[in-house]
Protein backbone atom coordinates (compact mmCIF):
# COMPACT_ATOMS: atom_id res chain seq x y z
CA UNK A 1 0.00 0.00 0.00
CA UNK A 2 0.80 3.52 -0.74
CA UNK A 3 1.98 5.71 2.16
CA UNK A 4 -0.28 8.34 1.33
CA UNK A 5 -3.00 6.01 1.37
CA UNK A 6 -1.90 4.39 4.79
CA UNK A 7 -1.87 7.97 6.33
CA UNK A 8 -5.27 8.50 5.08
CA UNK A 9 -6.86 5.38 6.28
CA UNK A 10 -5.06 5.56 9.49
CA UNK A 11 -6.12 9.28 9.87
CA UNK A 12 -9.88 8.46 9.18
CA UNK A 13 -9.88 5.72 11.80
CA UNK A 14 -8.10 7.68 14.49
CA UNK A 15 -10.97 10.67 13.87
CA UNK A 16 -13.55 7.84 13.88
CA UNK A 17 -12.36 6.32 16.89
CA UNK A 18 -12.40 9.65 18.71
CA UNK A 19 -15.56 10.22 18.17
CA UNK A 20 -16.65 6.94 19.32
CA UNK A 21 -14.55 7.35 22.62
CA UNK A 22 -15.53 11.12 23.17
CA UNK A 23 -18.96 11.06 25.55
CA UNK A 24 -21.68 13.66 26.05
CA UNK A 25 -22.38 14.79 29.57
CA UNK A 26 -25.27 15.85 30.78
CA UNK A 27 -26.25 17.63 33.80
CA UNK A 28 -27.89 15.82 36.74
CA UNK A 29 -30.20 18.34 37.59
CA UNK A 30 -31.86 17.87 33.67
CA UNK A 31 -32.33 14.31 33.83
CA UNK A 32 -33.93 14.65 37.07
CA UNK A 33 -36.06 17.30 35.72
CA UNK A 34 -36.78 14.76 32.70
CA UNK A 35 -38.08 12.09 34.93
CA UNK A 36 -39.75 14.40 37.78
CA UNK A 37 -43.94 14.40 37.39
CA UNK A 38 -44.97 18.38 36.92
CA UNK A 39 -48.23 19.36 38.44
CA UNK A 40 -50.24 21.32 36.10
CA UNK A 41 -51.04 25.01 37.44
CA UNK A 42 -54.05 27.25 36.49
CA UNK A 43 -53.86 30.64 38.03
CA UNK A 44 -56.41 33.33 38.07
CA UNK A 45 -56.18 36.30 39.40
CA UNK A 46 -59.52 38.55 40.90
CA UNK A 47 -61.36 35.87 40.70
CA UNK A 48 -65.32 36.61 41.84
CA UNK A 49 -67.14 33.12 42.12
CA UNK A 50 -71.14 33.34 42.41
CA UNK A 51 -72.77 29.72 44.13
CA UNK A 52 -76.32 29.73 42.78
CA UNK A 53 -78.98 27.68 43.67
CA UNK A 54 -82.47 27.38 41.85
CA UNK A 55 -81.97 30.25 40.20
CA UNK A 56 -81.11 32.62 43.30
CA UNK A 57 -77.76 33.74 44.99
CA UNK A 58 -76.39 31.77 47.74
CA UNK A 59 -72.99 33.00 48.11
CA UNK A 60 -70.47 34.84 46.17
CA UNK A 61 -66.92 34.07 47.02
CA UNK A 62 -64.07 36.51 46.40
CA UNK A 63 -60.12 36.26 46.06
CA UNK A 64 -57.05 38.48 44.35
CA UNK A 65 -55.77 35.31 43.84
CA UNK A 66 -57.22 31.68 42.89
CA UNK A 67 -54.28 28.57 41.81
CA UNK A 68 -56.09 25.17 40.46
CA UNK A 69 -53.16 22.25 40.77
CA UNK A 70 -53.60 18.89 38.70
CA UNK A 71 -52.93 16.50 41.07
CA UNK A 72 -54.21 12.84 41.62
CA UNK A 73 -56.48 14.62 43.61
CA UNK A 74 -57.14 18.10 42.11
CA UNK A 75 -57.49 21.05 44.19
CA UNK A 76 -57.98 24.91 44.08
CA UNK A 77 -55.72 26.93 46.58
CA UNK A 78 -56.92 30.53 47.74
CA UNK A 79 -52.60 31.70 48.87
CA UNK A 80 -53.90 35.08 49.16
CA UNK A 81 -57.27 35.93 51.37
CA UNK A 82 -60.61 34.82 50.49
CA UNK A 83 -64.25 36.18 51.26
CA UNK A 84 -67.24 34.20 50.96
CA UNK A 85 -71.22 36.65 51.55
CA UNK A 86 -73.62 34.44 52.10
CA UNK A 87 -77.19 35.02 51.06
CA UNK A 88 -80.59 34.77 52.55
CA UNK A 89 -83.54 33.59 50.66
CA UNK A 90 -84.37 37.38 50.13
CA UNK A 91 -80.94 37.86 48.33
CA UNK A 92 -79.62 40.01 51.71
CA UNK A 93 -76.08 39.07 52.95
CA UNK A 94 -76.26 37.14 56.38
CA UNK A 95 -73.03 36.12 57.19
CA UNK A 96 -69.44 36.78 56.21
CA UNK A 97 -66.54 34.59 56.51
CA UNK A 98 -62.92 35.61 55.45
CA UNK A 99 -59.02 34.08 55.76
CA UNK A 100 -55.86 34.35 54.96
CA UNK A 101 -55.75 30.77 53.21
CA UNK A 102 -58.29 28.62 52.11
CA UNK A 103 -57.79 25.08 50.09
CA UNK A 104 -60.48 23.45 48.57
CA UNK A 105 -60.45 19.85 48.15
CA UNK A 106 -62.66 19.02 44.57
CA UNK A 107 -63.03 15.49 45.05
CA UNK A 108 -63.95 15.83 49.15
CA UNK A 109 -66.03 18.54 48.49
CA UNK A 110 -64.72 20.32 51.88
CA UNK A 111 -62.95 24.00 51.79
CA UNK A 112 -60.28 24.29 54.71
CA UNK A 113 -59.36 27.71 55.96
CA UNK A 114 -56.47 29.16 58.18
CA UNK A 115 -54.91 32.12 58.98
CA UNK A 116 -57.12 34.77 60.87
CA UNK A 117 -60.53 32.89 59.74
CA UNK A 118 -63.54 34.99 61.04
CA UNK A 119 -67.07 34.35 60.22
CA UNK A 120 -69.54 37.50 61.27
CA UNK A 121 -73.19 36.86 61.11
CA UNK A 122 -74.27 40.49 60.11
CA UNK A 123 -77.87 40.57 61.89
CA UNK A 124 -76.77 39.16 65.40
CA UNK A 125 -73.38 40.75 65.14
CA UNK A 126 -71.17 36.99 66.52
CA UNK A 127 -68.05 36.61 65.37
CA UNK A 128 -66.04 33.64 65.19
CA UNK A 129 -62.41 34.00 65.22
CA UNK A 130 -59.83 30.63 64.96
CA UNK A 131 -57.17 30.08 63.05
CA UNK A 132 -58.53 26.70 61.26
CA UNK A 133 -61.46 26.11 60.34
CA UNK A 134 -63.44 23.59 57.57
CA UNK A 135 -66.58 24.36 55.64
CA UNK A 136 -68.80 21.20 54.55
CA UNK A 137 -71.84 21.94 52.96
CA UNK A 138 -72.94 18.44 53.25
CA UNK A 139 -72.90 19.04 57.14
CA UNK A 140 -76.37 20.63 56.42
CA UNK A 141 -77.02 23.07 59.42
CA UNK A 142 -73.34 22.62 61.26
CA UNK A 143 -71.25 23.49 57.76
CA UNK A 144 -68.75 25.02 59.79
CA UNK A 145 -66.53 22.51 62.36
CA UNK A 146 -62.97 22.68 63.96
CA UNK A 147 -61.75 20.59 66.72
CA UNK A 148 -58.76 24.05 67.24
CA UNK A 149 -59.40 26.70 69.52
CA UNK A 150 -62.30 29.17 69.00
CA UNK A 151 -63.09 32.89 70.34
CA UNK A 152 -66.72 33.79 69.74
CA UNK A 153 -67.55 37.24 70.08
CA UNK A 154 -71.36 38.06 71.05
CA UNK A 155 -73.25 41.50 71.88
CA UNK A 156 -72.29 40.90 75.62
CA UNK A 157 -69.59 37.84 75.59
CA UNK A 158 -66.42 36.55 74.67
CA UNK A 159 -66.42 33.06 74.73
CA UNK A 160 -63.18 31.29 74.47
CA UNK A 161 -63.14 27.47 73.70
CA UNK A 162 -61.69 24.18 71.95
CA UNK A 163 -64.11 22.72 69.34
CA UNK A 164 -67.17 23.98 67.44
CA UNK A 165 -69.45 23.96 65.15
CA UNK A 166 -71.70 26.36 63.34
CA UNK A 167 -74.17 27.20 60.69
CA UNK A 168 -73.20 28.62 57.43
CA UNK A 169 -75.57 31.59 58.46
CA UNK A 170 -73.53 31.80 61.71
CA UNK A 171 -77.09 31.87 63.43
CA UNK A 172 -76.34 28.75 65.56
CA UNK A 173 -73.24 27.53 66.66
CA UNK A 174 -71.96 24.94 69.62
CA UNK A 175 -68.33 25.32 71.23
CA UNK A 176 -67.66 21.91 72.11
CA UNK A 177 -65.27 22.11 75.02
CA UNK A 178 -65.62 25.97 76.24
CA UNK A 179 -62.86 27.25 78.14
CA UNK A 180 -63.95 30.74 79.29
CA UNK A 181 -66.41 33.36 79.39
CA UNK A 182 -66.12 36.80 79.68
CA UNK A 183 -69.32 39.05 80.81
CA UNK A 184 -69.05 42.50 79.15
CA UNK A 185 -71.44 45.49 79.25
CA UNK A 186 -72.57 46.00 75.61
CA UNK A 187 -71.51 50.28 76.19
CA UNK A 188 -67.95 48.59 76.86
CA UNK A 189 -67.78 46.43 74.18
CA UNK A 190 -65.32 47.54 70.75
CA UNK A 191 -67.01 47.90 67.95
Known amino acids: MKPALLYKIFTAAFFTGC ?3 SSCENDEEAIKNLYSKTLGIEEAKSIKLNYTLGG ?14 QDTMPYYEFPKTLQ ?3 YNEKGQVESRLTAFYAKYKETKNIVYLRDSVKVVNLEKRDTLYCQELYWDRARVGREFYTDKAVRIRTK ?9 EASQDFKNWLI ?3 TGILNVPASKFPQ
Open 156 to 164: TQIIDGIGM
Open 19 to 21: IFL
Open 56 to 69: KTKAILTSPLMLRV
Open 84 to 86: TDF
Open 176 to 178: IYP
